[in-house]
């Protein structure tokens, strides 16, 4: 009987090899490619020339050892890194360690169900991920990561087991024990800050020892603290770094510094400042070959003579990159003896300062600059209140002799500058940022938008100018330069942008090469019109993210051709860089770059832009759950407001009165299906058709106030967002009151947003790239409480 010989299976084709590793959800290889097309023996070699060659052309890409993907391809679940925020609001992530040459997919990040608080940028997060149609991924998060902190901050709890600590950093993977004896007569529910205790167990929960009693969860310091905390903030200075602060002293002789005691040179400060590293003064030029020119300063306290390269001051500033300011709290980047003392521009006392003469013509153009290391003397600390109402006529407390001799230059000087500006065509927006109003005993009273003066615009104009001249100086020595750049926006970005303005009868030509001065140009005709915040807010979210480099790119919102940070070294470590720089170059002393600082420029550029990263977002997170504490009184009541972000989880919504900003979950709307229509920032309801617009007038009734996470939730009320007074005067009779147990009991809120949580994980499961849809559940669902910034 003959032989039967199994027929041979044929050789795959490419077309048949990627169709394969397309429908593979996560990255395979050779091996897994020959088994699925029973290749073996010498067929192999073929195979893997195969592979090589459409590596070769781009089609495929290498994502692990001997493991290929489609390019742009993610695994279903991996490890993403949070990275920004799109113009929708929206937190998006990124693959942590992306080699390829092509740009990382999108990777939407949906709000973490287990907890309302905001994902930090940097943040690494153990995600599942969805692919969408249009290439993008929706991330759901299975674990966030983080490693335990040496310093811990969490709410302290009593039960017959003993003492607990329940970190408020949702990143936390435990509870701690605190034993009696290590608990300083800690009291049930409340806030501690506290310490690892050395342990050498394997097994069982880490034991802590409290170091600090704060206080109740609802105060106002508490909330910051959370914030701070949440964020990785370094709050504590090294030992080394706090002595170093107190053996600083005062210059006491010349030397070869320029004196500049007798000028007349003011501090323009905020009321509530207590550190002054800026002075500024003006006075016209004396030159006939610039008629109607002007002469002006600015001073610059000399923080590099205190804080030399290397020193454990400089180490701690680095670490820290920048001060942290929040509204009841300031994180300085040096110790309080220099910042509030030996670095500030006091009145009346001699400072050791870096600065630069500006020679400008009549329209603002600069002419010539010049830089020293001097020694000056403040002649006033004046606030911008007191600067606006003396150039407006009324004296008040600066005194006549100030008016002539220093407010007016001022003003000349500064209505040059703003021609100049106005001539190069800035990007002019016009946003509302909000104040956090406390009271003498720290709590709050009000929230309210933060007045712009020209007072305030002047000494913008100063510093900026300061600032060209600085990175124009260190071009000119050729000396390492740690400019502060601001890429074009993303054309993406601008095409989605004019999209919604040409619908608004706003049309931004396509194609152009966008400028700064045609953005403005729309602000200005919408200056008029009801929508005109939601186009400014719209025109801010197209916008890049300005960052530090030591690469020059020019700045886009400014239309400058070389920018960097000079004004401010007591709280910005660029600053101080850029004053080490110009010591080295202009040889001004001993204390300026080490001769090899420039190989570690661009490491440092990185470093420092995520410290701003993480102090902005520490500051925004803290002005959020300060406004929550503030709302907290008035759970029930109806307010008008402004639909501020459209995604595909509800809507964000902007109260006027407060400037809040709560969300609307996608389920609480009126009962039908809703498609996200990405590019025109939109919902719309497929049955009825209710479409819900970015810059939509609403009235929101407050559902939901949770200051420990600073989360509001809203639901729409029918109606154009008029008066509510009757209804919020019955309604405000049946609000739980602020503070109440009830309100703030840790362990029912945590509840109650797990609760949420699973709700919202039943809901939306199936989504489309640019739609989202979402039946409408029971009246009481409720979604995450605070937008993504």
């Known amino acids: ?184 007569g800690a009291v049930h529910g409340e806030l501690v800050v506290a310490t690892l205790k050395p342990s050498h167990r394997r097994v069982g929960l880490r034991e802590v020892r409290v170091l600090e009693r704060v206080g109740p969860i609802d105060t106002p310091r508490s909330l910051s603290l959370i914030a701070l905390y949440e964020h990785d903030v370094p709050m504590a200075f090294s030992r080394e770094t706090e002595d170093a602060a107190k053996a600083a002293t005062a210059v006491e002789t010349l030397g070869s510094r320029d004196d500049l005691r007798n000028l007349p040179l003011v501090t323009i400060d905020g009321s509530d400042a207590r550190d002054f590293d800026d002075a500024v003064w003006a006075e016209s030029d004396e030159d006939s070959n610039n008629p109607g020119g002007w002469h002006l300063m600015v001073a610059i306290a000399d923080v590099a003579h205190y804080v030399t390269a290397g020193s454990p001051l400089d180490r701690d500033a680095y670490k820290r990159g920048n001060s942290t300011y929040l509204p009841n709290q300031v994180v300085p980047m040096l110790p309080e003896e220099l910042s509030n003392g030996w670095c500030s521009l006091k009145p009346g006392v001699d400072r050791p300062c870096l600065a630069v003469h500006m020679w400008i013509d009549t329209d603002g153009n600069p002419l010539r600059h010049r830089f020293v290391r001097g020694l000056m003397r403040s002649a006033a600390r004046l606030t911008y209140e007191q600067v606006q109402d003396a150039h407006n006529g009324d004296v008040g407390e600066i005194g006549s002799h100030l008016i002539d001799l220093v407010v007016k230059p001022l003003y000349g000087a500064y209505q040059a500058l703003l021609a100049a500006r106005e001539k190069r065509g800035t990007l002019e927006l016009e946003l509302t940022e909000r104040r956090v109003v406390m009271d003498d005993a720290g709590m709050i009273v009000a929230i309210e938008p933060r007045e712009r003066l020209d007072s305030h615009k002047l000494i913008e104009e100063f510093m900026i100018s300061a600032n060209v001249a600085a990175a124009t100086e260190l071009e000119r020595l050729n000396r390492p330069c740690m400019y502060r750049i601001h890429e074009q926006p993303d054309p993406v970005k601008i095409e989605a942008l004019s999209a919604v303005l040409a619908s608004m009868d706003l049309p931004l030509a396509r194609g152009q090469v966008i400028r700064p001065k045609v953005l403005t140009q729309v602000l200005k005709k919408a200056s008029e019109r009801p929508e005109k915040p939601m186009i400014n807010e719209m025109i801010l979210r197209a916008q890049s993210q300005a960052v530090y480099s030591p690469e020059n790119i020019g700045h886009f919102g400014l239309a400058l051709s070389r920018y960097a940070h000079f004004t401010s070294p007591i709280r910005r470590y660029a600053d101080l860089l850029v004053h080490r720089a110009l010591i080295s170059g202009l040889k001004l002393g001993d204390d300026g770059l080490p001769p090899d600082a420039a190989e570690t420029f661009e490491e440092t550029a990185q470093h420092i832009s995520k410290t701003e990263r993480r102090s902005s977002a520490a500051e925004r997170d803290a002005v959020d759950r300060l406004t929550a504490a503030f709302m907290a009184d008035k759970v029930g009541r109806i307010f008008p407001g402004r639909i501020n972000g459209v995604t595909r989880f509800g809507l964000f919504v902007t109260l006027d009165d407060s400037g809040a900003d709560g969300l609307v979950p996608m389920s609480s709307l009126p009962d039908d299906r809703y498609d996200h229509i990405e590019a025109k920032h939109c919902l719309v309801g497929r049955r009825w058709g209710r479409v819900y617009r970015l810059g939509d007038h609403v009235a929101a009734r407050l559902m939901e106030a949770t200051p420990v996470t600073g989360g509001l939730v809203l639901k729409l009320v029918e109606g154009d967002g008029g008066d509510h007074e009757d209804e919020n005067a019955e309604l405000e009779t049946s609000a739980p009151a602020s503070g109440s147990a009830s309100a703030w009991d840790p362990l029912k809120k945590s509840i109650a947003h797990k609760k949420l949580g699973d709700r919202r994980a039943r809901g939306g499961k199936k989504r489309t790239p640019g739609k989202t849809s979402a039946r409408k559940k029971s009246p009481g669902s409720k979604g995450p409480g605070r937008r993504p910034k």
């Not at 017959?160 to 004896?181: H, I, M, Q, W, Y």
């Open 1 to 184: 009987m003959a032989k039967i010989t199994p027929k041979a299976t044929p050789f795959p084709s490419k077309e048949k090899v990627l169709a394969f590793i397309r429908e593979s959800t996560t990255p395979v290889g050779k091996r897994e490619i020959a088994r699925a097309f029973r290749i073996k023996g010498s067929n192999r070699i073929p195979l893997k020339a195969m592979l090589k060659e459409l590596e070769r052309e781009g089609i495929l890409e290498s994502r692990e050892k001997k493991k290929v993907m489609q390019p742009g391809h993610l695994p279903p679940v991996m490890v993403i890194e949070v990275a920004d925020i799109d113009e929708d609001g929206e937190q998006l992530a990124t693959p942590p360690d992306w080699d390829s040459e092509t740009p990382p997919p999108r990777i939407f990040l949906a709000p973490d169900n287990r907890s309302r608080a905001a994902f930090a940028t940097g943040e690494q997060v153990l995600a599942r991920l969805t692919r969408n149609e249009d290439g993008s991924y929706e991330a759901h998060t299975i674990r966030r990561l983080g490693k335990t902190p040496e310093r811990i901050l969490g709410i302290y709890e009593r039960s017959s087991e003993g003492g607990r600590l329940r970190p408020t950093d949702r990143r936390a993977k435990s509870d701690f024990v605190v034993r009696s004896e290590d608990s300083r």
